[in-house]
């Protein structure tokens, strides 16, 4: 489903004498295949939102080669934004000033949506996630937690082979937050939605995710399940320890 | 692509329409501003009887179809100048993962009332200029194909600023220069500047054939500085060269994106 074939992503930085190139990611590799719920892991500045960017068509990469849903993301961005769904936690990529029920209506236009189809997915988001209360609320309004199940709803509508979360439990609380993972839990499991998703939340990998990546100076270190991750540093307990292990490790030692 | 940007205009007009006081007073802002420039060239009559050497109602015209090309441009496209804004804000990242142009997301981004204001008071211009203009008819059919030809020429400026906005997302006022400059250059017929500049708006960026060479026709004048009399047809032909660069220059633009860290 999602196939990165040594992909490299370097960037230019400062002006004249002070100019460099900066390596975001370095020959990155990895596949993931339909119905994968997948961990991203990785520090700041690690190349985590580089890769995401470049999966969805938002960032060209340098080198390599990328293909999701069978589609190169910067070549057919907008045929393959019809196949997937991406949400930023960060950020919301709904209409700021127009209510949530408008944006939606938007969507159903621009991913060309059959209007039955939209009705019932809109129908069990609304249920299942309990938009009820906000929906005609303009969307600078909300919560961070509606916003959230806002921005999933709307990655949602056009049943996406695949969803790639870039932190979306980032700044909820822990009710919303057990909402959003049991969600997601269920979207991959009975829907089949292959999902990725990055965080630095270490609850989000031990409840949802049966693989883990992580990202380090813009190269893998780790592709594995949760208890190959575990047994990278056999004298630490928690998950934590774990990936504060794997993260301060020098790039060397690996 | 038409359906997309109707769809969005819409949605945009309609949600500004929730607030309608701030809106019709930017509207009528920018008509009462437009109308301004037009007292400029009135008052530059009282003291003279030709600028440049066309007459009041010439000059009009001159300045009204400009004013509707550049009018119609910056109402429907000229939203694309603040994708510098888009691009600091990170809101171009959620821009990119639609399946839409990236160019109609961008210049539909808040439709609202207030840009109808400019193309109002343009179209007041030049509607008074014909009737005094006593027009041979059968140059008429120009008029039209200049306004569009025009907008065209405008909507390509625009956008080759916009797609220099990826490069510097520091300097809007670049591309600024380029629209909102060649606007007020096309206010006035081209005598009134040099002739080094008037072949730079001829041959490098065609701003001459937004109005002043087809004008040249409608107003059935010989040309000023002496060009080729072709020149006054080739407005389609400048319009559509432009726009193609326009239209490469913007997916180059998108190509080199970089958006920002987070």
Not at chain 1, 27 to 47: C, H, K, Q, R
Not at chain 1, 226 to 236: F, I, K
Not at chain 2, 103 to 111: G, K
């Amino acid at each position: 489903m999602i196939e990165v074939d040594r992909v490299g992503r370097s960037f230019t930085v400062g002006r004249g004498r002070s100019r460099r190139t900066v390596h975001a990611v370095q020959d990155l590799s990895f596949t993931i295949d339909a119905g994968e719920f997948v961990g991203y892991l990785g520090p700041n500045g690690a190349g985590k939102s580089t890769t995401i960017k470049m999966l969805t068509g938002i960032l060209a990469p340098t080198s390599g080669r990328i293909e999701v849903a069978g589609l190169d993301p910067t070549r057919r961005r907008t045929a393959l934004a019809r196949r997937i769904g991406v949400v930023f936690g960060q950020r919301t990529t709904l209409w700021w000033d127009l209510p949530l029920k408008d944006s939606f209506d938007l969507i159903r236009h621009l991913y060309k949506v059959d209007r039955d189809d939209f009705r019932r997915r809109l129908a069990e988001l609304t249920d299942l996630l309990d938009l009820g209360g906000f929906m005609n609320t303009p969307v600078r309004q909300l919560s961070l937690g509606q916003r959230m199940r806002g921005d999933v709803t709307a990655a949602l509508l056009h049943d996406p082979a695949v969803l790639v979360l870039d932190e979306p439990t980032i700044g909820l609380d822990v009710v919303s937050k057990a909402a959003m993972r049991a969600f997601l839990g269920r979207l991959n499991a009975e829907r089949g939605t292959t999902v990725l998703l990055t965080t630095h939340d270490l609850g989000d990998i031990e409840k949802l995710c049966r693989r883990v990546m992580l990202i380090h100076h813009g190269r893998l270190g780790f592709d594995g399940t949760l208890d190959d991750l575990r047994a990278t540093a056999p004298g630490e307990d928690s998950i934590e320890d774990v990936v504060t292990h794997l993260y301060t490790a020098s790039p060397a030692d690996r | 692509m038409v359906r997309t940007y109707l769809l969005l205009a819409w949605t945009w007009l309609r949600a500004s329409a929730q607030y309608p006081i701030p809106m019709i007073t930017m509207a009528l802002g920018s008509f009462v501003l437009n109308g301004l420039d037009v007292a400029a060239i009135w008052v530059i009559f009282e003291h003279t009887d030709a600028l440049g050497g066309f007459g009041l109602a010439e000059v009009m015209f001159l300045y009204g179809a400009a004013g509707v090309s550049f009018a119609l441009a910056d109402m429907l496209f000229g939203n694309v100048d603040r994708l510098s804004q888009h691009i600091r804000a990170g809101t171009f990242d959620a821009v990119l993962i639609r399946p839409a142009s990236a160019f109609v997301q961008m210049t539909t981004d808040r439709f609202g009332v207030h840009r109808f204001g400019r193309m109002a008071q343009a179209a007041v211009v030049l509607g008074i200029a014909l009737p005094q203009l006593d027009l041979e008819w059968g140059r008429a059919w120009m008029i039209p194909v200049m306004i569009v030809c025009g907008l065209v020429i405008f909507t390509s400026i625009f956008t080759l600023g916009g797609a220099l906005q990826f490069l510097l997302t520091d300097a809007p006022e670049v591309a600024n220069a380029f629209t909102y400059g060649g606007s007020t250059l096309t206010q006035y017929p081209l005598t009134v500047y040099g002739g080094d500049l008037v072949k730079a708006v001829t041959f490098i960026v065609p701003l001459a054939f937004v109005n002043w060479q087809p004008g040249l026709y409608v107003l059935d004048r010989d040309d000023p500085f002496g060009l080729p009399h072709w020149l006054r047809f080739a407005a389609p032909a400048a319009a559509l060269i432009l726009a193609l660069a326009a239209a490469l220059a913007w997916r180059a633009g998108i190509r080199r994106y970089r958006s920002t860290g987070s």
